[in-house]
């Protein structure tokens, strides 16, 4: 495995100048092992260290620190409550409800503990529009505000159609609801912030050290080419990498997400009033998903371009999109901005998407050990629930019994992705029927009965797929 490659525009900024942390030689010991320096494995050695000073908490990271999604993804930083209805079946009305609330007060918290550590991390705190860009994704956000309002919640603001056109800075835009809590940020100054700040606080990193094992031993012990690591606990913060690991493989399929940005381009932006920090997605299950950044430019991602085979996450999910792929991405973004049509996208990534069977994420111990920990499964909006990620594996590592912990009793993996290659071949089609569902709804057609039967297959996005 490499997370190595050429790198996001955010990371190589966030990067310029920055010295790796040591590489592991040697044998060492520490109370903990986090596997993986991403948010959840750096909020996670951050909670520990909060909740009991003292500990020794070593960090292991195959890459740099962000050089995995933490340092590529769109810089969204979402709360729950568009994932209600999913939450409230899983979990209960009570539940969803303090979850979501939880995950909202993290976009918040997020925003606060930069603000106290000096991580100039570009947050902005302008809300997140979800739209509708064609006529068959009008009130895709119906059903979910329903859910929420039984509870006596107001999470969204219904927008006139005029006020989500001028939001987002093009007509394009024909209807949406506004999640005030949403914020974004430039992600890869964030992961490189946590990393900072928990050197800061006494946890020691390691960066290019990837674990090439895991001892199931007593206490486990981490190997990477050059050295290993014996904890008394160990936590797997590996985000999609965790499918090596055969215990969730049924619970985790890994699919590319696509981004390309433009130069700035801030008088462009001016002129159609698209000037703030506000995140846009719209509603489909290839979803795209666009934000300004704070020079000026605009990155434009799009999920579910490939799979990963096996438990591989291998070279296509490092580096630049292919071309194929990064035109498609592009093309969409000229598709909704006609007035920047010409506008050239000439930074091009792409990065692993850790989907859970349920798009909501998961918290476990390995096989029933509590000395071993995982978490992992965003499916894409983990930059603000990694925070809750961090806290949840820190109780489950210290074996505490409170709130955090109780959640992870809520959130277990759960299994349903097929074995390979069922895996790969099946979603690979249904991919294509979903592609094909979202260009007839484009071309504002209906399509055929069997690619809308053969789409439904897909695990729900964003949208609840039976209610479309
Ligand atoms: C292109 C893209 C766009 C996205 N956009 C958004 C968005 O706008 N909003 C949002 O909320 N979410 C988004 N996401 C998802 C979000 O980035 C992730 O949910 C989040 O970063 C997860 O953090 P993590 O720490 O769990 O994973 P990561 O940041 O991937 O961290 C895992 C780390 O583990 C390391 N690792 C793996 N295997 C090993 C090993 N064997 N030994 C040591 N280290 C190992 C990796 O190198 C990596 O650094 C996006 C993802 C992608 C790829």
Known sequence: MTTGGARSLWLADALAGAEDAPSLEGDER???????GGYTGLWTALRLKELEPALDV????ADVCGGGASGRNGGFVLSWWAKFEKLEHLCGGEEAVRLARASAEAVVTIGEFCRRNGIDAHYRHDGWL????????????ESTLAAIERHGVEAFARLEPREVARRSGSSEHLAGVLEPTGATVQPALLARGLRRVAIERGVRIFERS????LERSRPPR???ARGSV?????VLAMNAWLQQISEVASSLFVITSDVVATDPIPDRLAEIGWTDGVAISDSRLLVNYYRTTLDGRVTFGQGGGAFAFGKKVGAA???????GRAERVAASFRSLYP???DVPTPRTWTGPVDRSWTGIPFFAPLGGRPDIVLGAGYSGNGVGPSYLGGRILASLALGRDDEWAQTASLLPPRGGVPPEPIRYLGGRLVRAAVARKERAEDAGKSPGALTRRMAALAPAGLVPLKKR
């Open 210 to 213: 990837r674990m090439c094992r």
């Open 317 to 323: 999910f490092e580096g630049a999109a292919p071309p």
């Open 130 to 141: 979800w739209t509708a860009t064609n006529a068959a994704q009008v009130g895709a956000w």
């Open 30 to 36: 520490a109370d903990i092992c986090i596997v993986g």
């Open 339 to 341: 007035a920047l049509a």
């Open 222 to 224: 981490v190997h990477t």
């Open 230 to 234: 014996t904890a008394e606990r160990v």
């Open 58 to 61: 070593v960090v292991v990271e």
